[in-house]
C-alpha cells in the first residue's frame, strides 16, 4: 500500500504541472546555464563573465502580445530604475529574432535599453522549450531566484520587488 501510494503520489505531482511549468528547463534554485552572448558593443561575452552582478534576462518576441505589454514595463519600472546601478544588468532577448529585427523594433518601439538576438533559440533553449514573455532574476551567486511565465502586473510587481532587494544588498 505504501508504494502504491508513493507512485500515485508522484503520478500527480507530475500531471498536475502545467503546460508553463513543463516547458521551464531551469528552476528557482538552480544556477543560470552557461551561454555566450555578444554585448552592446558587439563584444563576445558569456554570462559567467557577470558573476557579481544581478542579472534579469527577460525574452520576449516582437510580435506577440503579452510581450508588448510588458516590455514598456520593463523600460520604465526596470531599465529607467536602474540603468546606473554599477551591481545590475538587463538582458532582453528576441527570441526567433535577427539582430536587424531587433534593432529595427528598438528603433520604432523607442526602447532606450539594448535588445539581444536568439534567431536560433540557442540562448531560450537553455532555459525553456516554449512560451513568452518570460522573465529569470540571477542574484549575484549566479542562482536563479525568480522565474515567471507570461505578463500579469501583479507578477511584475513582485520580480520589481525581488530586484529591489537584491540590489540593496
Same mark, same amino acid.
Given at each position: ?7 500515485l503520489g508522484s503520478s500527480l505531482l507530475v500531471f498536475g504541472q502545467t503546460d508553463?511549468?513543463?516547458? /521551464?528547463?531551469? *528552476? ?10 555578444s554585448d552592446a558593443n558587439g563584444q563576445p561575452k558569456s554570462v559567467a563573465d #557577470?558573476? $557579481? ?19 514598456? %514595463? ?10 546606473? %546601478?554599477?551591481?545590475? /544588468? #538587463?538582458?532582453?532577448? $528576441?527570441?526567433? %529574432? /535577427? ?6 523594433? *528598438? ?12 534567431? /536560433?533559440?540557442?540562448?531560450?533553449? *537553455? ?9 529569470? #532574476? ?9 522565474s515567471s511565465v507570461g505578463f500579469q502586473e501583479k507578477e511584475f510587481d513582485e ?7 537584491? #540590489?540593496?544588498?
Amino acid at each position: 500500500l505504501f508504494v502504491l501510494f508513493m507512485v500515485l503520489g508522484s503520478s500527480l505531482l507530475v500531471f498536475g504541472q502545467t503546460d508553463e511549468e513543463k516547458s /521551464t528547463l531551469v *528552476k528557482v534554485g538552480q544556477q543560470v546555464p552557461a551561454f555566450e552572448f555578444s554585448d552592446a558593443n558587439g563584444q563576445p561575452k558569456s554570462v559567467a563573465d #557577470l558573476k $557579481g552582478q544581478v542579472i534579469m534576462i527577460n525574452f520576449f518576441a516582437t510580435w506577440r502580445g503579452p510581450c508588448l505589454k510588458e516590455l514598456p %514595463h520593463v523600460q520604465t519600472d526596470i531599465f529607467e530604475q536602474y540603468k546606473d %546601478h554599477p551591481d545590475f /544588468t #538587463l538582458m532582453v532577448i $528576441g527570441r526567433e %529574432h /535577427t539582430a536587424e529585427e531587433v534593432a529595427k523594433f *528598438k528603433q520604432d518601439k523607442g526602447y532606450t535599453f539594448n535588445l539581444m538576438a536568439d534567431p /536560433t533559440r540557442e540562448i531560450y533553449s *537553455k532555459f525553456a522549450s516554449q512560451f513568452i514573455p518570460r522573465n529569470f #532574476l540571477i542574484d549575484r551567486d549566479g542562482t536563479i531566484i525568480y522565474s515567471s511565465v507570461g505578463f500579469q502586473e501583479k507578477e511584475f510587481d513582485e520580480l520589481k520587488s525581488i530586484l529591489k532587494a537584491q #540590489l540593496k544588498k
